[in-house]
């Protein structure tokens, strides 16, 4: 679990147009928001 300050790992997701995208991307840029739905998908 991640606490407030900390680093986050590199990580690469699938793009709602199927494209990979990496944190280390947006590396420079102030602000990144990573907003996942955990139950997408799901049927729960």
């Given at each position: 679990?991640?606490?407030i300050g900390d680093s986050v790992p590199d990580i690469t997701l699938r793009s709602h147009q199927n494209q990979e995208v990496s944190?280390?991307?947006?590396?420079g840029d102030k602000w990144v928001v990573?907003?996942?739905?955990?139950l997408a998908f799901t049927g729960g």
């Amino acid at each position: 679990m991640l606490a407030i300050g900390d680093s986050v790992p590199d990580i690469t997701l699938r793009s709602h147009q199927n494209q990979e995208v990496s944190l280390a991307s947006f590396q420079g840029d102030k602000w990144v928001v990573l907003h996942t739905f955990p139950l997408a998908f799901t049927g729960g």
